[in-house]
């Protein structure tokens, strides 16, 4: 039986970015230093097979820190935690190596210094989100405001003589964030911000680079967690630019063959916490299905590198 012809655009940059690559070194070099187990609060990145495999090297995962025992190592996530976490952790002289992502730190700094100067800051996040819930820990509660929408910029409310400042999460879809922006910016002409995008290398490159696929394809696929923001805007991207439908999946098992009917060509992503062997997992598994022929289309190279924490040089 002849196979149906199916052509496959891989976007490029796709997958694992320096914060993520950074966080999950950290873990397994722990684990060389100081012997199993090394716990790890929260997830490291949002990723079950990242996790999984850690804990076979002898990671233990958990919620909070008062789970882990004090004489054992503690990593804190990519996404950064409040300044009340590694407080406690030393409180407790316990060894915590931060595994939060320089981009993600670069935007605690920042809303320090606009406060030092007796600003606002108006966080545009996602309420909930670890790296939300760790910026605004790093001031004082009531420092900060939390935006989600433009619908959101409408309802604030400060005293004229207020000064004001805005961070944003650094995995936010860029073409939303500039909306809300925009209104934030018209609202309150005197808003200060950073003198660099918060939103991170890593996010635009892979939101640029789903553009170009999605505008060339039928159906598109992001691999990557379903708590993974960069993920899901990634999937936004790909239906509002190339009118299509797309999917968010964490494995090949998660594939509905009948998303194929009528399709000819699939574009596939991988958010920032999907390592590409999930990647070739669903291309194989096309290609056991249909006639494949595989294209990879790269609108920009990255080769940032992030250094480990000086605890695991020593």
């Known amino acids: 039986m002849t196979k149906q012809k199916l052509e496959i655009v891989l976007a490029g940059p796709r997958g694992f970015c320096a914060g993520v690559d950074r966080a999950i070194l950290i873990v397994e070099e722990a684990l060389k230093k100081f012997g199993a187990p090394v716990y790890v609060r929260h997830e490291i990145v949002h990723n079950r ?17 008062d789970e882990c025992p004090a004489d054992r190592p503690v990593v804190f996530s990519a996404h950064g935690v409040p ?16 595994a939060t992502c320089p981009l993600v730190s670069k935007v605690h700094r920042g809303a320090e210094r606009h406060f030092e100067k007796g600003r606002h800051i108006i966080l545009i996040g996602h309420a909930g989100h670890p790296e939300v819930i760790g910026t605004m820990g790093q001031l004082d509660e009531g420092a900060m405001t939390l935006v989600e929408t433009v619908e959101d910029v409408e309802k604030l409310n400060f005293p004229e003589d207020q000064e004001l400042a805005y961070a ?3 995995t936010l879809s860029v073409d939303e964030t500039k909306d809300i922006l ?9 808003l200060q911000g950073p003198k660099r995008e918060d939103i991170c290398y890593a996010t635009t490159n892979r939101q640029a680079a789903m553009k170009a696929v999605a505008e060339d394809v039928d159906l598109a696929f992001i691999i990557g967690a379903p708590n993974s923001s960069n993920s899901k805007r990634l999937v936004d991207v790909a239906k509002q630019t190339g009118d299509i439908p797309a999917y968010l999946i964490q494995r090949a098992s998660e594939i509905d063959w009948s998303w194929f009917d ?20 669903v291309i194989e598994a096309c290609r056991e299905k249909f006639d494949l ?22």
């Open 83 to 98: 300044k009340s976490v590694p407080a406690a952790a030393e409180k407790r002289q316990m060894i915590y190596l931060d």
């Open 182 to 190: 925009a209104a934030l910016q018209a609202k309150f002409p005197q």
């Open 168 to 170: 944003t999460q650094t």
């Open 262 to 281: 009528g399709i000819g060509k699939l574009g596939i992503s991988a958010g920032a916490s999907a390592p590409e062997i999930l990647v070739e997992e």
């Open 49 to 65: 097979y990242v996790v999984e495999s850690l804990e076979n090297k002898g990671a233990i995962f958990v919620d909070e820190l």
């Open 293 to 314: 022929t595989v294209f990879h289309k790269v609108t920009a190279e990255e080769n940032i590198e992030f250094k480990l924490p000086r605890l695991l040089k020593d």
